[in-house]
C-alpha cells in the first residue's frame, strides 16, 4: 500500500477517469464523470461490490426535492438542512462543503432518480437533529437496493468495472500528479492502470484495527459494522503523498445494535418514546440526542450491554427498517406483557426497573425534569406490550479523511491543491467534526452520493481542459 514513482512509465491500460472504490460515491462519480463526458473506469477490490452502502439502511437527507413536495412537505430548504448540519456538528465541521451539500442534495437525489434509483420521502419518522423529515430511501430502507440500483445504472452507461481489484499502489509524480494505479487480483498477480485523473471513493477506516487504536482508540473497542474491506487505503495514500487530513478522530457510532445479532434496530425504538437501561434496570443516558454518541454510552455500561425498550406503536415505524425486520426475525426482539416481564428478561430487580417506568411516566407529563437532559414530554409513555432487546454499541462508520475543496479536489498540508486527486464520501473529511457527536443522521450516504456527484463533474472537466 504505496505511492510509486510514475517516471514516464508507460500503463498498458489508459483512462482518462479513475475510480478506485464501488460504493455509493464510486459509482455515483462514474456515471457523473461519463455524463459529462470522460471515459471512466471503475476498480473495486470486492468480488461483488458490496461496501458500506449495500449494508445500509439506504437513507440520504436531501430538502426542498420534487419527491417532498409531490408528498405534501412544502417547507422544507437547503437553508434548514444547512443549519441542521452545522447544530449537529456544533458548527466545528467545513462549513463550505456543508453549505455546498446542503444545496446539492436535492439536486442529486432528482438525478437519481432520473437514472431509475427508486427513492421516495420518508415522512412518518424524524430523527434526531433533523428539523423536517429530510430522509430519502428505497421503500425498503436497504441499502442493497440503492447500491443494486446504482450497480444496475452503471452497467446500462458501459462503464467498465473491474472487480477483485484491489488497489494496493498508486503511481505519481514528484510534483503528487497521479498517473496510475497498481491493482492486485486474488492470485498476487498485478496490473497498472493508467489514469488522467483519480477519484477515491474507497470509504474509510472503520475496518482497520490498526488504524483506529492510532486515530480513535475508543472507537477501536467497538463491533465494526460496516464494510470489511474499507481498510483505510485513502489515508494511507494521501499521509504518504502530504495531503491534509483532518477529524480523524470522528466517527459515526450506532446505540441500538442488537446482540449478539450483530443487526441494528430503527432509532424509532427511541424517537417514538422508547428509552435504554443497563444491567441494574437503569437509564444512563439522553438517548434521544443521538444513535452516534449512544454508541459508547452504551459500551460503557457493565457488560458493555443495554437493553433497548420501546412499544407496539414504535416499533410499527421502526418495521419498516429491512434491518429491523432482520433483527426481528432473528428472534432478537422479546415481547413483554409488564414491566415485571421486562425484568425478568433483563435480569435485574423488578423495583428498580419499575421505579424507571415510573420516572419515565412523570417526564412525560412533563411533572418531572428528567435527570439527563432529555424531553420526553413530546411523545405518549409506552404502552404494553413491549418490545425488548439486548443492545450493544457499534462503530458503523469512520468520518475523519482527506480535506477537499468545494470540488471534491484534495489539499495538501499547505492548502494547495493536488493537481489530478480527488476524494468523496467516507475518503473524504465528513460533516460530523472531530468527534461522535456531530453525526446527523444520513450524513454518510449525503457525503458519498453529493460529493460522488461533484468529483465526477470536477474531475471529467478537469480531463478535457
Ligand atoms: C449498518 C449501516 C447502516 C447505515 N445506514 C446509513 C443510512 O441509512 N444513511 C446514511 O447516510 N449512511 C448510512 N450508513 C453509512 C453509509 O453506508 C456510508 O457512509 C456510505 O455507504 C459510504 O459510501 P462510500 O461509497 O464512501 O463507501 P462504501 O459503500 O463502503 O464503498 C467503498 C468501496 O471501496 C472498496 N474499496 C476499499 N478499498 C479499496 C481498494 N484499495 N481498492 C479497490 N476497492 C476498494 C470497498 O470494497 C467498497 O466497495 C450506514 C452504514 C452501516 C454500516
Same mark, same amino acid.
Given at each position: 500500500?504505496?505511492?510509486?514513482?510514475?517516471?514516464?512509465?508507460?500503463?498498458?491500460?489508459?483512462?482518462?477517469?479513475?475510480v478506485?472504490g464501488a460504493g455509493a460515491c464510486g459509482t455515483i462519480a462514474a456515471l457523473a464523470?461519463?455524463?459529462?463526458?470522460?471515459?471512466?473506469?471503475i476498480?473495486e477490490?470486492?468480488?461483488?461490490p458490496?461496501g458500506?452502502t449495500?449494508?445500509?439502511?439506504?437513507?440520504?437527507?436531501?430538502?426542498?426535492?420534487?419527491?417532498?413536495?409531490?408528498?405534501?412537505?412544502?417547507? #422544507?430548504?437547503?437553508?434548514?438542512?444547512?443549519?441542521?448540519?452545522?447544530?449537529?456538528?456544533?458548527?466545528?465541521? #467545513?462549513?463550505?462543503?456543508?453549505?455546498?451539500?446542503?444545496?446539492?442534495?436535492?439536486?442529486?437525489?432528482?438525478?437519481?432518480?432520473?437514472r431509475?434509483?427508486?427513492?421516495?420521502?420518508?415522512?412518518?419518522?424524524?430523527?434526531?437533529?433533523?428539523?423536517?423529515?429530510?430522509?430519502?430511501?428505497?421503500?425498503?430502507?436497504?441499502?442493497?437496493?440503492l447500491h443494486?440500483a446504482l450497480l444496475a445504472a452503471v452497467e446500462?452507461e458501459?462503464i467498465?468495472l473491474?472487480?477483485?481489484?484491489?488497489?494496493?499502489?498508486?503511481?505519481?509524480?514528484?510534483?503528487?500528479?497521479?498517473?496510475?494505479?497498481?491493482?492486485?487480483?486474488? #492470485?498476487?498477480?498485478?496490473? #497498472?492502470?493508467?489514469?488522467?485523473?483519480?477519484?477515491?471513493a474507497?470509504?474509510?477506516?472503520?475496518?482497520?484495527?490498526?488504524?483506529?487504536?492510532?486515530?480513535?482508540?475508543?472507537?477501536?473497542?467497538?463491533?465494526?459494522?460496516?464494510?470489511?474491506?474499507?481498510?483505510?487505503?485513502?489515508?494511507?495514500?494521501?499521509?504518504?503523498?502530504?495531503?491534509?487530513?483532518?477529524?480523524?478522530?470522528?466517527?459515526?457510532?450506532?446505540?441500538?445494535?442488537?446482540?449478539?445479532?450483530?443487526?441494528?434496530?430503527?432509532?424509532?425504538?427511541?424517537?417514538?418514546?422508547?428509552?435504554?437501561?443497563?444491567?441494574?434496570?437503569?437509564?444512563?443516558?439522553?438517548?434521544?440526542?443521538?444513535?452516534?454518541?449512544?454508541?459508547?454510552?452504551?459500551?460503557?455500561?457493565?457488560?458493555?450491554?443495554?437493553?433497548?425498550?420501546?412499544?407496539?406503536?414504535?416499533?410499527?415505524?421502526?418495521?419498516?427498517?429491512?434491518?429491523?425486520?432482520?433483527?426481528?426475525?432473528?428472534?432478537?426482539?422479546?415481547?413483554?406483557?409488564?414491566?415485571?416481564?421486562?425484568?425478568?428478561?433483563?435480569?435485574?430487580?423488578?423495583?428498580?426497573?419499575?421505579?424507571?417506568?415510573?420516572?419515565?411516566?412523570?417526564?412525560?407529563?412533563?411533572?418531572?425534569?428528567?435527570?439527563?437532559?432529555?424531553?420526553?414530554?413530546?411523545?405518549?409513555?409506552?404502552?404494553?406490550?413491549?418490545?425488548?432487546?439486548?443492545?450493544?454499541?457499534?462503530?458503523?462508520?469512520?468520518?475523519?479523511?482527506?480535506?477537499?475543496?468545494?470540488?471534491?479536489?484534495?489539499?495538501?498540508?499547505?492548502?494547495?491543491?493536488?493537481?489530478?486527486?480527488?476524494?468523496?464520501?467516507?475518503?473524504?473529511?465528513?460533516?460530523?467534526?472531530?468527534?461522535?457527536?456531530?453525526?446527523?443522521?444520513?450524513?454518510?450516504?449525503?457525503?458519498a452520493t453529493?460529493?460522488g456527484?461533484?468529483?465526477g463533474?470536477?474531475?471529467?472537466?478537469?480531463?478535457?481542459?
Amino acid at each position: 500500500m504505496s505511492i510509486l514513482k510514475a517516471e514516464g512509465r508507460k500503463f498498458p491500460t489508459q483512462t482518462q477517469v479513475l475510480v478506485i472504490g464501488a460504493g455509493a460515491c464510486g459509482t455515483i462519480a462514474a456515471l457523473a464523470a461519463k455524463e459529462h463526458g470522460a471515459e471512466v473506469f471503475i476498480v473495486e477490490r470486492d468480488a461483488k461490490p458490496s461496501g458500506s452502502t449495500s449494508l445500509s439502511s439506504g437513507q440520504i437527507p436531501a430538502a426542498g426535492t420534487k419527491l417532498q413536495r409531490a408528498a405534501g412537505l412544502l417547507d #422544507d430548504t437547503p437553508d434548514l438542512l444547512y443549519k441542521d448540519i452545522l447544530a449537529k456538528a456544533h458548527g466545528e465541521c #467545513d462549513h463550505a462543503i456543508a453549505r455546498l451539500i446542503a444545496d446539492e442534495a436535492k439536486n442529486t437525489i432528482e438525478w437519481l432518480v432520473e437514472r431509475q434509483v427508486p427513492l421516495t420521502c420518508v415522512l412518518n419518522f424524524q430523527y434526531p437533529g433533523h428539523s423536517r423529515p429530510h430522509m430519502h430511501a428505497a421503500k425498503s430502507l436497504d441499502g442493497a437496493e440503492l447500491h443494486a440500483a446504482l450497480l444496475a445504472a452503471v452497467e446500462r452507461e458501459e462503464i467498465p468495472l473491474a472487480t477483485s481489484a484491489h488497489a494496493t499502489d498508486l503511481y505519481a509524480d514528484a510534483d503528487g500528479r497521479i498517473r496510475g494505479v497498481r491493482v492486485t487480483r486474488p #492470485d498476487g498477480k498485478t496490473e #497498472d492502470i493508467g489514469c488522467d485523473a483519480l477519484i477515491l471513493a474507497c470509504n474509510g477506516y472503520g475496518g482497520s484495527k490498526e488504524m483506529l487504536k492510532r486515530f480513535i482508540p475508543e472507537a477501536a473497542e467497538l463491533f465494526y459494522e460496516g464494510h470489511v474491506g474499507n481498510q483505510g487505503d485513502a489515508v494511507r495514500w494521501g499521509e504518504e503523498l502530504g495531503a491534509s487530513l483532518k477529524d480523524m478522530g470522528s466517527f459515526q457510532g450506532h446505540g441500538a445494535m442488537a446482540t449478539p445479532h450483530g443487526v441494528h434496530l430503527n432509532w424509532a425504538t427511541v424517537t417514538e418514546g422508547g428509552f435504554h437501561v443497563n444491567v441494574h434496570g437503569k437509564r444512563f443516558s439522553n438517548e434521544n440526542a443521538g444513535y452516534s454518541e449512544q454508541a459508547l454510552k452504551v459500551h460503557r455500561q457493565p457488560g458493555s450491554i443495554a437493553w433497548a425498550i420501546w412499544d407496539e406503536r414504535g416499533d410499527a415505524i421502526a418495521t419498516q427498517q429491512a434491518s429491523h425486520v432482520e433483527a426481528k426475525q432473528a428472534g432478537a426482539v422479546k415481547r413483554c406483557d409488564s414491566v415485571d416481564a421486562i425484568a425478568r428478561v433483563v435480569g435485574c430487580d423488578a423495583k428498580a426497573l419499575a421505579q424507571t417506568f415510573a420516572d419515565v411516566a412523570a417526564a412525560v407529563r412533563g411533572e418531572k425534569k428528567d435527570e439527563f437532559g432529555r424531553d420526553f414530554t413530546r411523545k405518549p409513555m409506552l404502552k404494553p406490550p413491549y418490545c425488548v432487546s439486548k443492545i450493544a454499541g457499534a462503530l458503523t462508520h469512520t468520518q475523519g479523511g482527506l480535506e477537499v475543496n468545494t470540488e471534491m479536489r484534495v489539499l495538501r498540508k499547505d492548502g494547495k491543491l493536488f493537481p489530478n486527486l480527488f476524494a468523496g464520501g467516507g475518503a473524504a473529511r465528513g460533516l460530523s467534526g472531530p468527534s461522535d457527536w456531530g453525526y446527523l443522521s444520513g450524513s454518510g450516504l449525503m457525503s458519498a452520493t453529493n460529493m460522488g456527484r461533484l468529483a465526477g463533474i470536477a474531475a471529467a472537466k478537469l480531463v478535457k481542459e
